[in-house]
T-cell receptor, first 116, second 109 residues
Framework: KAGVTQTPRYLIKTRGQQVTLSCSPI?????VSWYQQTPGQGLQFLFE???????NKGNFPGRFSGRQFSNSRSEMNVSTLELGDSALYLC???????????????FGQGTRLTVV | KQEVTQIPAALSVPEGENLVLNCSFT??????LQWFRQDPGKGLTSLLL?????REQTSGRLNASLDKSSGRSTLYIAASQPGDSATYLC????????FGPGTRLSVLP
């Protein structure tokens, strides 16, 4: 059974550019959540998508957006990149996701974004 | 607002020791608690999931307990090995995961 796949693994972008990250969940999982990990703030929740709908959103500016496709694959977009957006972006796949009870979450290897 | 803390922040032990990692959370209204390990620069590997109705879970040398009423969980690692060296994160699930800052474990040969 394939795990959670995130692409690309590494990205280097310039301030002001935009970037799109992709996450393919485990087959059959309908929930995809995104997290940002930085040395200073740790792991912080960005948003969750379930069956193509954003179900929950963290406290990040509108420059961070996402979407989910009918095959449950999800993309995250960051526009007008800032130096502080440099981080490891992780996505989590689960059958039911947050607020839906007791299902295990599985994480991808992450995308390391560096903004210069 | 849910807050999760982990003690200790770092731990260095000789190989073969049994050890306990602690996790505390402020809001007991959780669906489950999950322990992860993270190797440097890598993603998170799920270790154990404890559902809100459970008291403990075991997998191999790992045992995790959950006391919702007191807002605490512990991860017990038996007979530690150098391969256990990693950062261990606990995460509580409400509407989304809230993570603790992690415990950085070093097991010395």
């Amino acid at each position: 059974k394939a795990g959670v796949t995130q692409t690309p693994r590494y990205l280097i972008k310039t301030r002001g550019q935009q970037v799109t990250l992709s996450c393919s969940p485990i087959s059959g999982h309908r929930s995809v959540s995104w997290y940002q990990q930085t040395p200073g703030q740790g792991l912080q929740f960005l948003f969750e998508y379930f069956s193509e709908t954003q179900r929950n959103k963290g406290n990040f500016p509108g420059r961070f957006s996402g979407r989910q496709f009918s095959n449950s694959r999800s993309e995250m977009n960051v526009s007008t990149l800032e130096l502080g957006d440099s981080a490891l972006y992780l996505c989590a796949s689960s059958a039911n996701g947050g607020g839906r009870g007791n299902t295990e979450a599985f994480f991808g290897q992450g995308t390391r974004l560096t903004v210069v | 607002k849910q807050e999760v803390t982990q003690i200790p922040a770092a731990l260095s032990v000789p190989e073969g020791e049994n050890l306990v990692l602690n996790c505390s959370f402020t809001d007991s209204a959780i669906y489950n608690l999950q322990w992860f390990r993270q190797d440097p620069g890598k993603g998170l590997t799920s270790l154990l999931l404890i559902q809100s109705s459970q008291r403990e879970q075991t997998s191999g040398r790992l045992n995790a307990s959950l006391d919702k009423s007191s807002g605490r969980s512990t991860l017990y690692i038996a007979a530690s090995q150098p391969g256990d060296s990693a950062t261990y994160l606990c995460a509580v699930m409400g509407q989304n995961f809230v993570f603790g800052p992690g415990t950085r474990l070093s097991v010395l040969p």
